[in-house]
């Protein structure tokens, strides 16, 4: 079984600024894909970047990118000149060669202006 | 891109009743659906897996009497929620996995959820 564990239950951080959230997992298995989803008051899923463990480099997507750490199994999403509309929940998932996708327990970003 | 749409979005209904979540992919086939339930301010957990024309294979813990998921088609999962409950009240999500676009990219999307509330 997987577990994945996101160690901040809040953050923030203000308009324009940098920060990072954490997530580590476990597993046993080799091939996986991990997600950061986003999900704002509107509760709809919204995926932000997935990263393939196979692929040793970092997935980036605009504002977001990931620090993909295999042996130390971390995964932590950096949100770069943060906006307003960045404000969620942000869930980092694990999923498996069955497809299923394991969650982690979310950390709830606050952009202050 | 693969859209899936979650009906209704919203339902009110009275202890002991059943109530009925619809889950299609609109615009490509979910060989595999997946229902959550969602708590105030927690995470994701995963229900149940259905797979097109077979049994859900419910997680540890959850009764399958209780939350019955047909998934007849390759566009449409739905799960039923039997003599409803107030603890039942929460929010549930389905993702569709499929195969979708011209590059035949493999797709898992969510839908928009439902919130259920029993009085």
Known sequence: ?113 | GAVVSQHPSWVICKSGTSVKIECRSLDFQATTMFWYRQFPKQSLMLMATSNEGSKATYEQGVEKDKFLINHASLTLSTLTVTSAHPEDSSFYICSALGWSGPSGANVLTFGAGSRLTVL
């Open chain 1, 1 to 113: 079984a997987q577990t994945v564990t996101q160690s901040q239950p809040e953050m923030s951080v203000q308009e324009a600024e940098t920060v990072t959230l954490s997530c580590t997992y476990d597993t046993s298995e080799s091939n996986y894909y991990l997600f950061w989803y986003k999900q704002p008051p509107s509760r709809q899923m919204i995926l932000v970047i997935r990263q393939e463990a196979y692929k040793q480099q970092n997935a980036t997507e605009n504002r977001f990118s990931v620090n993909f750490q295999k042996a130390a199994k971390s995964f932590s999403l950096k949100i770069s000149d943060s906006q307003l509309g960045d404000t969620a929940m942000y869930f980092c998932a694990f999923r498996n060669a069955g497809n299923m996708l394991t969650f982690g327990g979310g950390t709830r970003l606050m952009v202050k202006p």
